[in-house]
C-alpha cells in the first residue's frame, strides 16, 4: 500500500468506529443486552444488521487491504445512519466512487421553475419528482387534471390518484395499458434508492392501498421515462389525445418537467375550450371576478 492509501485506510478505521459508538441498540431495534462494555454497537451486530459477514466488517474497520462495493458500503451507511455527507466521506475512504442519490425526493420548486412552467400555458405541464409527487403545476394543467388534494396526503402524487381513486374519477383512459408502465417507470427510479426508509414506507403505503399497485410492483418490470401517447377524459370536453414528454431540470436531480402536447387540432381545440371555460370561470382580475358574482346573482336570485 501507498502511504497515502494507508492515511486513508487509518482514518476509515477511526471513522468506522467513531459513527459506531454513536448508534445505540434501540435506534435500530435491538434489546441492549447484558454486559455491553462498547458505548453503541457492537462489530457484529453491525455486520448482521448490513447483511455482511462479521470477518469482513472486522478487517474493514481495522483498515485492512480488502474490496468494498457501492452495495455493501450503502447497507454499512444505512446501518450506522450516515447522513449525505458522511456516506460521501465513507466511499472517498473506502477508494469507491460515490454517486451521490438523495433519499428524500425534491418537494419544492423554485420561482423560475414556477415560472417556466407557467408560460408553457396553454400546454398542461407540471414537475414531478422520481417517485410521481406532484411539485407544481401551471393553470392549465389543473383545467385537465384534479390535483389530488383531496386525498389527504402531504403532498399530492400521481400514482396515488391513479390507483386509489374509483375508475370512474380516473381522468387516464385505457388504464390497464399506463398503469404497468408508470409503475415500471417507478421501479427504474426505485433501484436508486433501495432500503431508503422515505421509499420503503411510499411502497409499502401504496402496497396496502391498492391491491393493483402491490400485484404491479411484484411483477419487478423496469422500464425509463420516454414520450408517450395518451388519452385523458375531461368531464367537460370529453376525451384528448396528448403526447407527455419529460424534461430534465438543472439543479434537480430525479426531478423532471412533464408537458402534454395536443395530439390532434381536435384535442387542440379542446385544450382551448379549458382555457376558456378556466378564465370564464375564474376571472383574471377582481373586477372581473365581481362582473361574473353580479352575473350569477342576476341569473340564480335569492329564494
Given amino acids: ?25 434501540a435506534d435500530v431495534g435491538m434489546p441492549p443486552g447484558l454486559r455491553r462494555r462498547t458505548p453503541g454497537l457492537r462489530r457484529e451486530e453491525v455486520a448482521q444488521l448490513s447483511g455482511v459477514g462479521v470477518t469482513w466488517y472486522t478487517w474493514l474497520e481495522q483498515g485492512r487491504p ?10 454499512v451507511a444505512r446501518t450506522l445512519r450516515l447522513d449525505q455527507p458522511e456516506r460521501e466521506h465513507l466511499y472517498r475512504l473506502a ?13 419544492t420548486v423554485g420561482p423560475q421553475v414556477q415560472a417556466l412552467i407557467d408560460a408553457l400555458d396553454p400546454l398542461p405541464a407540471a414537475v414531478y419528482n422520481s417517485r410521481y409527487d406532484i411539485l407544481a403545476t401551471n393553470p392549465a394543467y389543473r383545467d385537465l387534471f384534479v390535483v ?33 408502465m408508470m409503475v415500471a417507470t417507478l421501479r427504474s427510479s426505485y433501484g436508486r434508492h433501495v432500503g431508503e426508509p422515505a421509499w420503503e414506507d411510499f411502497i409499502r403505503g401504496l402496497s ?27 368531464e367537460a370536453v370529453g376525451e384528448l389525445r ?17 408537458t402534454y402536447t395536443p395530439e390532434s387540432e381536435e384535442a387542440r381545440t379542446k385544450v382551448a375550450l379549458l382555457r376558456e371555460r378556466r378564465e370564464r370561470l375564474w376571472p383574471s382580475s377582481d ?7 353580479r352575473m350569477w346573482s342576476t341569473e340564480n336570485p335569492a329564494p
Fill in 1 to 25: 500500500m501507498t502511504g497515502t492509501t494507508q492515511r486513508r485506510r487509518h482514518e476509515l478505521a477511526v471513522f468506522l468506529r467513531s459513527r459506531r459508538a454513536r448508534v445505540t441498540p
Fill in 66 to 75: 480488502i474490496n468494498a462495493s457501492p452495495q455493501v458500503l450503502d447497507a
Fill in 95 to 107: 477508494e469507491v466512487p460515490f454517486d451521490p442519490s438523495p433519499e428524500q425526493p425534491a418537494q
Fill in 148 to 180: 389530488p388534494d383531496a386525498l389527504g396526503l402531504a403532498v399530492p402524487n400521481v400514482l396515488w390518484t391513479m390507483f386509489v381513486l374509483p375508475e370512474e374519477a380516473c381522468p387516464v383512459v385505457q388504464r390497464e395499458r399506463e398503469l404497468p
Fill in 208 to 234: 396496502a392501498a391498492s391491491p393493483r399497485f402491490a400485484e404491479l410492483w411484484a411483477n419487478g418490470e423496469v422500464i425509463q421515462p420516454g414520450p408517450r401517447v395518451k388519452t385523458f377524459r375531461h
Fill in 242 to 258: 396528448m403526447t407527455s414528454q419529460s424534461l430534465s431540470i438543472d439543479g434537480m436531480p430525479e426531478c423532471r418537467i412533464v
Fill in 287 to 293: 373586477e372581473e371576478a365581481a362582473q361574473v358574482i
